[in-house]
């Protein structure tokens, strides 16, 4: 996908020498980091002997444990642009490596090192600039009338419906029991996916006697309360998660009937009325299917779930991808891959991919640079992208963290949702908690309804004014109003004249990325 342009709000960038090999990688002259700032480090490399391997950036000092902060699938014989950051706890001389995964024997070659350091107002300011690019568009407004009398003083109101970006909540099954979880939750969030309820184990714990009673009646709640829905999950690679009864196939044949038939009953049930689905959990920690039905098994999955619900971006769900610089198993790298893999294969190449990250971050400052990175990658294909489970245990600076991490999704132009693995004290939520047992918000609670708030247009009415250029041909008069910045989403137009009683006019109204930076939006009046 394009990416907007890069802001410069830091510090100029410090170009950095190469000074040694450091035997399967390269390490540059010894820089000084200092505490809390936010450095973001890019570089060029390419492989001398092996094909392709991954290629990470790290750093290790006194008094500084071992961070990794990023990495690239290096090639040989070609260039490849590795991003990535730290964020350091101490001020203290670090020395920065590259080093290839897995080969002692890769030979690396390093290029065009920059590091560029922020203080946090400063990529705060960069994440807000960024925003104003990929979350907004000018709209004006030319309305045709029948004279110049119902132009004065007319005025056009602009109402929010729906934000584009949606920021949602996971909900369970307490919800059916709690008026009151019910009330909190529908007053605040516009988007979920259910924890437990779609999942195979609840849906069928005795082969061949379905039971949807739970998820029917969330559904049924959710589009009673126009709340989207993104299904969670037609089925989980990692054997643990799988009813019971399922566990205990071991004919192949068999597995692959009662996968169908799982993928038709969840699939078919739900069919227009989701945003998306996972549709095989975890793929890349867990191999189950792989291991029972073939090599080729996520990708035949996909492949049906695309033929059973064509419409519906169909998502892969993995962890530590965004949230764990040092993962290798789910890194961007591989789930980019994975990705891939499945929409390469024969007859697939049409898919509605998406690509889930759990984020499920440890209760510890998280390295943005390196998941703004991770997020360059994982959007690199150009699926939606969402944080799907993003919770964090409490800590003291719980509330700070979140909000750094979801400021840093808001400001990329690949992210399109996320989901909070969060909800009020009496649901069971006991990391992220954003209500007591009473309903009152906590801090956590406090910091998400204000970020609601922030990234819902406020509603605004604007003024129209005749023109001297009128179409004459029609003997009409053209009104214009003031360009005006809106959130992208849908909204409720509405044209009056308080000087006219029966002067009003209200129609729908999208606006989106596609639009472009300015939209024009054209109508008639008739009075």
Same mark, same amino acid.
């Given at each position: ?101 897995? /080969? ?6 390093? !290029? &065009? *090192?920059? @590091?560029? +350091?922020? =203080?946090?107002?400063?990529? $705060? ?122 566990? /205990? ?6 597995? !692959? &009937? *009662?996968? @169908?038939? +799982?993928? =038709?009953?969840?699939?078919? $049930? ?136 979801? +400021? ?120």
């Amino acid at each position: 996908m394009e990416l907007p342009q890069t802001i410069n709000t830091g510090e100029i960038f410090q170009e950095l020498k190469i000074k040694e090999n450091g035997g399967n990688g390269k390490a540059v002259d010894r820089v000084n980091l200092h505490k809390g700032n936010i450095y973001s480090i890019s570089a060029w490399v390419k492989l001398k002997n092996e094909k392709e391997i991954t290629v990470r950036i790290t750093l290790r000092g006194k008094n500084v444990r071992y961070i990794d902060g990023g990495q690239v699938m290096a090639k040989k014989g070609c260039w490849s642009l590795l991003k990535g950051g730290f964020i350091v706890n101490v001020s203290a001389p670090v020395d920065i490596s590259f080093k290839s995964d897995g /080969s002692a024997a890769a030979e690396i070659n390093v !290029r &065009n *090192v920059r @590091l560029q +350091r922020f =203080n946090k107002t400063q990529w $705060r300011l960069q994440q807000d600039q960024v925003i104003e690019k990929i979350r907004k568009s000018k709209v004006r407004f030319q309305v045709s009338f029948q004279n110049k009398s119902t132009v004065e003083g007319s005025l056009i109101s602009i109402k929010q419906i729906r934000p584009s970006f949606l920021l949602g909540c996971a909900m369970n099954s307490q919800i059916l029991e709690s008026d009151s979880y019910r009330e909190w939750f529908v007053s605040r969030f516009r988007a979920t996916s259910f924890t437990n309820e779609m999942k195979w184990y609840t849906t069928e714990e005795v082969r061949g006697q379905e039971n949807y009673t739970l998820a029917d009646a969330m559904m049924q709640l959710a589009e009673e309360n126009k709340v989207l829905v993104k299904g969670h999950t037609v089925l989980w690679d990692d054997k643990k998660w799988h009813p019971i009864w399922v566990k /205990s196939i071991t004919d192949p044949e068999d597995l !692959r &009937n *009662v996968t @169908l038939n +799982r993928m =038709n009953s969840v699939m078919k $049930r739900y069919k227009g009325r989701l945003i998306g689905w996972d549709v095989m959990n975890e793929n890349l920690h867990y191999s189950y299917y792989e291991d029972m039905l073939g090599k080729n098994a996520s990708a035949m999955i996909y492949s049906l779930a695309s033929k059973i619900d064509p419409d519906v971006p169909l998502f892969i769900n993995e962890y530590n991808t965004i949230e764990y610089a040092k993962e290798g198993v789910g890194s961007p790298i591989n789930v980019k891959n994975k990705m891939e893999e499945i929409v390469s294969y024969p007859g697939n190449m049409n898919i509605k991919g998406g690509i889930g990250a759990q984020a499920h971050f440890v209760p510890a400052q998280p390295n943005l640079p390196y998941m703004r990175s991770a997020l360059d990658t994982l959007g690199s294909l150009g699926f939606p992208v969402w944080l799907t489970e993003v919770d964090m245990p409490k800590c003291p600076d719980q509330v700070k963290y979140m909000e750094e991490i979801l +400021r840093e999704a808001y400001s990329h132009p690949a992210v399109q949702g996320i989901i909070l693995y969060a909800g009020p004290e009496m649901s069971g939520f006991d990391k992220l908690t954003l209500a007591d047992k009473d309903f009152n918000n906590t801090e956590a609670g406090d910091l998400i309804d204000k970020l609601l708030q922030e990234w819902q247009q406020e509603p605004i009415e604007i003024p129209v004014t005749y023109h001297e250029h009128n179409d004459e041909e029609q003997n009409r008069i053209i009104g214009f109003s003031p360009e005006v910045s809106l959130l992208h989403g849908h909204y409720t137009v509405t044209v009056t004249n308080p000087w006219m009683k029966n002067f009003s006019t209200t129609f729908s109204l999208e606006v989106t990325k596609e639009t472009g930076h300015l939209q024009v939006v054209q109508f008639e009046l008739d009075v």
